[in-house]
C-alpha cells in the first residue's frame, strides 16, 4: 500500500530541508540561473560549486550513500523527501550519473582502494563521469557490444567505440563495458571497467541533437591502456556489475514534480489577462485538466517505488511503468506548451522574449528522447508485459 504521510521524524526532516534551502540556495540561485545560460549543464561553474561546498559540508550531496563514504546514510523515505522539496524549489541537485550510479556502484563491488580514489571527487563534483554502455550495434541489446579489451600483463588494451555518451565532453572518467572473452556465451565474456578519459588513445567526438544542444558524443578507443587495478568487479562479470549500476536508478520524483509544475505554469499563463481568450478556448482547457490528471498520476507511481524502496523491496516492472509513462506524459507536456504558446513556442533565442519562452522550444525538441534515453518505450513495455503481466514472450 502507497505510504503518502510523514512520521513526525519525516515531517521535522523535511521543515529542516525546507529551511536549508530557504537560507542556502535562494541566495545562490540567480548566480546558478546567469551561469547556466553560457555552460551545458555538465560544467561545474563557480556558483554551482559553491552550493556543492555547501551541500558537502551538511553530507546531502549523495544523501543515499552511507555515512561512511561521506554520504549521509538516509533512509529511504528521507531521500525520497530531500528529492521532492529540492525538486518543488526547483533547486540544483547534484545528481548525475557520479552521485546516483558511478559512486553506488564503487560502493557495492569496489575495492577500498578504488573507494579511496574516486568517490571524494564524486562528492566534491570536481571528476566529472559519463558512462560508456551504448555503441553503434548495441543499445537495447546491450549485451551485444563489440569493444574489445585484451589483457596484456598489468593493464588491457582496448579498442572500439562507444555512441550517445552524455557528458563525454566534459568527462574526467567513464564507466565501460568491454568485452574480454569473445569466445563466452555474450553475457558472460563482458568486463566492467574504470577508464581515464584523459589516457592516450581516447577520442570524443560531439554529436549535436535536434534541439542543437552538444550533450553526448562518439567516443574512439584506440589501443587505450586501463590498469588491471581499474576493473570493477571481476573480470567477465561485468555485465552483472553494470546491472547493479541500472539498479541505482531511484523513483523519478524529481521528473514528476517538474513535469506538474510546467503544466501548473501552463495555465497560469492561460489564465493571464493578456490571454485570456487562450484560457477561454475548450479544447485547450480539456487539454490542460487532462496533462493535470496525468501530472498527479506520476506522482503517485513516484509514490508506489518509493513505498516499495522503503518496505525493501526492489521495484522491477513498476519502475519500468514509472519510466514509461513519465517519458511519455513530458512529451504530451511538450506538446501542449507548444499548443498553449502558439507562435511564442517558435522563440528561441536572439530576442528579450527568448528568457521567458526559449526553455518550452527547447523542451519540446529536446523531449524526443526521453522515450529512447534510459531504455526505450518498446523495451519498458516488454518488461512490463512479460515480468508484470506474466505474458509469453514472443
Ligand atoms: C539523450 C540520450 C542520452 C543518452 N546517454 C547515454 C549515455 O550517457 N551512455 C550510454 O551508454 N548510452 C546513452 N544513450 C543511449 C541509449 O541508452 C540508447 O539509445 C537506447 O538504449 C536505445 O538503443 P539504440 O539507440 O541502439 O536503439 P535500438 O536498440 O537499435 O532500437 C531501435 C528501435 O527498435 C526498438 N527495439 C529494439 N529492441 C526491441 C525489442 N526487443 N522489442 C521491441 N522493440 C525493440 C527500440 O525500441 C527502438 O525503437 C543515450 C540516448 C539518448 C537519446
Known sequence: MVDFNDTAEEAAFRAEVREFLETEYEPLRAGIRKEA??????????????????????GWV???????????GLPVKQQFIFNEETAERRALRPGGIAIGMVGPTI????????????????????????????????????????????????????????????????????????????????HKGITYFMLDMHAPGVQVQPLVNMADTHEFNEVFFEDVRI???????????????????????????????????NVEAL?????????????????????????????????????????????????????SMSKLYSMELNQRVATTSMHVLGLHGQIRGGDDRAAKYGRYNYGY??????????????????????????????
Open 227 to 261: 590498469p588491471a587495478k581499474n576493473v570493477l568487479g571481476e573480470e567477465n562479470r561485468g555485465w552483472y556489475g553494470a546491472v547493479t549500476t541500472l539498479d541505482f536508478e531511484r523513483s523519478s520524483i524529481g521528473s514528476a514534480v517538474g513535469m506538474r509544475q
Open 107 to 186: 560502493i557495492t563491488i569496489g575495492t577500498e582502494d578504488q573507494r579511496a580514489d574516486h568517490l571524494p571527487g564524486i562528492l566534491s563534483g570536481e571528476v566529472v563521469w559519463c558512462q560508456g554502455y551504448s555503441e553503434p550495434g548495441a543499445g537495447s541489446d546491450l549485451a551485444s557490444l563489440e569493444t574489445r579489451a585484451v589483457k596484456d600483463g598489468d593493464d588491457y588494451i582496448v579498442n572500439g567505440q562507444k555512441i550517445w555518451t552524455s557528458g563525454a565532453h566534459r568527462a574526467d572518467w567513464m564507466i565501460l563495458l568491454a568485452r574480454t572473452d569473445p569466445d563466452a556465451p555474450k
Open 267 to 319: 495555465i497560469d499563463f492561460a489564465k493571464s489577462s493578456d490571454q485570456s481568450a487562450l484560457g477561454r478556448r475548450e479544447s485547450l482547457r480539456n487539454e490542460l485538466a487532462d496533462r493535470y490528471i496525468e501530472a498527479q498520476g506520476a506522482m503517485m507511481m513516484s509514490y508506489r517505488i518509493i513505498t516499495m524502496q522503503d518496505q525493501g523491496l526492489i521495484p522491477n516492472y513498476e519502475a
Open 62 to 72: 549523495a544523501p543515499a550513500w552511507p555515512e561512511e563514504y561521506g554520504g549521509a
Open 37 to 58: 545560460r553560457t555552460s551545458d549543464g555538465f560544467e561545474l561553474t563557480p556558483t554551482r560549486r559553491t552550493w556543492f561546498r555547501t551541500l558537502s559540508d551538511r
Open 365 to 394: 525538441m529536446r523531449s524526443v528522447a526521453n522515450t529512447i534515453e534510459g531504455g526505450t518505450s518498446e523495451i519498458q513495455r516488454n518488461i512490463i508485459a512479460t515480468r508484470g503481466l506474466g505474458l509469453p514472450r514472443a
